[in-house]
């Protein structure tokens, strides 16, 4: 099920954000209803939006272009300029997002440490929270990402987002959860997204991540929450028009496309075994679609010949930090893929 790029078959592990359009999306989109979005008189976007609302157990939602621009626009939202967020240190919105809280919003970003399982202790965010006084910055939001793409593809429990939540109520702060693969989190856990999402006063979730969808990420809240970020959409530059066109996409990616996450997380756990028979390579723990690894400090090959080898033999991963990878399950990646890929690791590692 691999792409076909100039007749050669690519095994390509590097993100889910490489996933193309299914059939079923392409006729879709072709077939898709629009209109002027800006004037919400797009009833695909407007679908889209309710149908995402629903999924996340919240009152509303925005179709935004990018994961990036959801947060940003939730940030925004819940923060007014020299107010400070409480984020973990390997969070996207922290490493990713070209520092977008500081340059666009004037939103003073406070790292916290990442546990391995992608949580921040209650403790460190409570003493990070600031008390009154005209020295500091305004502590206004936490921000949680579920699942963790840095911490191995972790999961985040209901039970330790609702502590985040109470801790946040408990000392007046929003919440707001970068939920970029918010369903593969509820895949691992067997619980509804809306479970995950409750706690938050706010969720951006990517429909252009495992979901195979060209574009698109829909954030969700309240309705008085999404009123404003429609408005900070629209100052950033993101109210799009006949954007049913995309949504589309996004509709037959809830209904077809979810529901199969699980097989991307069987396939992870897979490629780990596989990776985990051969030598010179260590294995992080894989709890959904993301297998992290790392070449073994002495092994005789550097981070770009291993990525090379790889690529000759069309498998393609991504080199996350000296000598760590990634390698991430998604649509495109059958069963007999991962077989085609242990052995090109194999031959790499040359057992
Ligand atoms: C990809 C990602 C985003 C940003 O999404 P884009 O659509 O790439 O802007 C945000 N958070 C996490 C955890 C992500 O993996």
Known sequence: MAFIISGQKIIDLRSDTVTQPTPEMREAMARADVGDDVYGEDPTVNRLEEKAAELMGKEAGLFVASGTMGNLAALL???????????GDQAHTFIYEAGGSAALCGIHPRPVPNQADGAMCLEDID???????????RTRLICLENTHNRC??????V?????????????????HM???RIFNAATALGVAASE?????????????????VPVGSVLCGSCRFIAEARRIRKMLGGGMRQAGILAAAGLVALEEIVPRLHEDHTRAKK??????SLPGLTIEPVSTNIVYFHLVPDAAMTDVQFIEELAARN???????RRRFRAVLHYWIDGEDVNTAIEAFRQVLKT
């Open 315 to 321: 498998i393609k991963i991504m080199n996350i930090a």
């Open 178 to 180: 970068d939920g970029a």
């Open 196 to 212: 995950l999402a409750a706690p938050a006063d706010s969720i951006t979730f990517c429909l252009s991540k495992a979901l195979c």
């Open 159 to 175: 039970e330790y987002t609702k502590a985040v939540a109470d801790l946040a109520q408990a000392r007046n702060l929003k919440l």
């Open 152 to 157: 191995s593809g972790a999961v985040l429990s």
């Open 77 to 87: 939202s819940h923060c007014d300029r020299g107010d400070e967020v409480i984020l």
């Open 271 to 276: 490629l780990a075994a596989g990776l985990r």
């Open 127 to 137: 003493a990070a929270i600031r008390p009154e006084n005209i020295h500091f910055p």
